[in-house]
């Protein structure tokens, strides 16, 4: 281990912050295993070996965007354009019954949609309020920062204004989206035509501050420095010690795929590790950190559970984002592959809901009917 190395470990062994330098350090240290161990420290320190999912549905209700973001494949610029679509609020609705229907109940929806120029407020109100109607006690996570920034600018309200009419329509958290990287070089090249970094910032401040949880990403392995990546993360601990209404972090693999940086390559499976560790020794104030599996890939975000991650999501069902861009990804895990895949990595399995409450675990979660013999096999293979 390098005398850096041995520094930075003292320092995330008592909770001191770790500085720029050092999480450029750990991105340079040429043994991932051992940057990877000192996170997996960390994660073992806050959560033990227990691994957290939920059941729940992407709804993406618009691609239709009036920013051009040059590593987006889902956005369509105008409503009439080739792939463009809008459902309608009975389409969107139905996405949930068809789930209480057909018996495979869900905890949460995830809300993000495009920068629609043509809908009224209204839709989205209605959109929250009609879900809610159908299910009452389902949580809704929905609209980006860049959303609700984009609606205060639109309909002429503050951040707060929107922020309240949306949480009296059913609003309950906001996912982690938008982010990108905060650096304004990389924005300029990637994002110029939407909210700024400290506009994002400021909406996840105003949201924490009137009682709302909410998530961050980053969008990586694009055209980033890695002190681009490590000033991101810094000035999302920034805000969470301010706030510390952030719940989970979600480091977001880019993929290149159907957009303007399908040149790229994107971020190899070790880059990816290594991004999860340092995440989870440089984020020590936020509690979660999330291997999303639409986006890691299932085998890369089973093994990050030993790089610091400690939440795969969830089943998710019905993904665009990614699927656009390329992820060969399946559109669904059922929860006994979810399960079968965290007790497989020797790792405790613990259904959350959004607010990491723990619905169930241990002989609970394993009792569970619907997939009771699935989990039991996955019992034995690690016992
Ligand atoms: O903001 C878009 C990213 C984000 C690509 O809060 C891409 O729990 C990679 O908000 N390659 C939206 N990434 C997704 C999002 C999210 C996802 C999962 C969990 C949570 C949560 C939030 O997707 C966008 C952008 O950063 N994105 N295109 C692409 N080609």
């Not at 609003?171 to 700024?196: H, Q």
């Not at 880019?254 to 790229?264: E, R, Y």
């Amino acid at each position: 281990m390098t005398a850096t190395l041995t520094s930075i470990r003292e320092k995330a062994r008592s909770g001191e912050p770790l500085s720029l330098e050092d999480g450029v350090a750990l991105y340079r240290h040429p043994n991932l295993l051992e940057v990877g161990a000192l996170a997996n420290e960390v994660r073992e320190r806050l959560h033990g070996d227990r691994t957290f999912f939920n059941r729940n549905l992407h709804i993406n209700a618009t691609n239709v965007c009036e920013a051009s973001c040059a590593f987006c494949s889902f956005a369509r610029l105008q409503p009439g354009d080739a792939g463009a679509y809008t459902m309608s609020l009975e389409e969107a609705w139905g996405k949930l019954r068809a789930r209480i229907d057909g018996g495979d109940p869900i905890t949460e929806i995830h809300i993000v949609n495009g920068l629609h120029p043509g809908l009224p407020f209204d839709y989205y109100t209605d959109l929250l309020s009609g879900l809610k109607r159908i299910q009452p006690g389902i949580h809704l996570k929905a609209f980006t920062a860049v959303e609700i920034f984009y609606f205060a600018k639109k309909f002429g309200l503050s951040i707060e204004e929107v922020l309240q009419k949306l949480r009296a329509a059913g609003l309950d958290s906001l996912p982690g989206g938008g982010a990108e990287i905060f650096a304004p070089r990389v924005r300029k090249k990637i994002c110029d035509d939407k909210c700024t970094a400290d506009e994002w910032l400021e909406v996840h401040r105003v949201a924490h501050r009137i009682g709302l949880r909410s998530n961050c990403t980053m969008l990586y392995g694009h055209i980033e420095s890695v002190e681009e990546r490590v000033d991101h993360m810094l000035r999302l601990r920034a805000l969470q010690d301010e706030t510390g209404g952030f719940q989970t972090f979600i480091p977001l693999a880019f993929h290149p795929d159907g957009n303007a940086l399908m040149k790229l390559p994107g971020p190899t499976g070790v880059e990816d590790l290594r991004t999860y560790a340092v995440a989870r020794l440089l984020l020590h104030n936020i509690p979660h950190l999330k291997a999303y599996w639409i986006m890691l890939g299932v085998k890369t975000a089973q093994t990050a559970l030993w790089f610091g991650a400690d939440d795969l999501d969830g089943t998710v069902q019905e993904e665009k984002i990614y699927h656009m861009a390329g992820a060969e990804t399946p559109q669904v895990m059922r929860p006994a592959e979810i399960v079968r895949i965290i007790v497989n990595a020797g790792r405790a399995p613990v259904e959350r809901d959004t607010l990491y409450n723990v619905l169930a675990e241990g002989a609970a979660l394993t009792s569970d009917k619907p997939f009771r013999r699935d989990v039991r096999r996955s019992l034995e293979v690690v016992s």
